[in-house]
């Protein structure tokens, strides 16, 4: 299991305002391209910037949008992407 620390967050939490927080591990993705095709909100996209292997990895362009569904993560194969609850957002009384 990786640490939150070894994870790189897509959306840096001071910059989040959202309940959720999608966590990638950017190098796991083999850019199948399931978490931002199925994603029932849209809040993933295919980044425009590969990864060490060469792939695509999600980027979360409308994290506001997102309902914590972990759909994502259900769906990896790669285990590379992670839904977290925004703990900034629960200390500032965020529903
Ligand atoms: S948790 Fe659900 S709504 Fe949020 S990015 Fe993943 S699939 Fe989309
Ligand atoms: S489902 Fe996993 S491996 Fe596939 S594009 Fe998304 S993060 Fe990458």
């Known amino acids: 299991m990786l640490t ?9 939490e001071e910059e989040s305002n959202t309940k959720w927080r999608i ?6 993705c083999k850019g199948c391209g399931f978490c931002y095709t199925f994603c029932p909100r849209e809040v993933l ?3 425009d910037k590969f990864n060490t292997k060469g792939y695509y990895p999600p980027v ?7 309902v914590g569904c972990g759909l994502c993560e259900a769906l ?3 285990f590379a992407i992670h839904v977290e609850e925004n703990e900034e957002h629960s200390k500032r009384g965020g529903k």
Request: with cysteine; hydrophobic share 30%.
């Open 60 to 66: 979360a362009t409308n994290i506001d949008r997102c």
């Open 4 to 12: 939150r620390q070894e994870r790189a967050p897509i959306v840096p």
């Open 45 to 47: 996209e295919k980044s």
């Open 23 to 28: 966590v990638v591990n950017e190098d796991w």
């Open 76 to 78: 990896c194969p790669d």
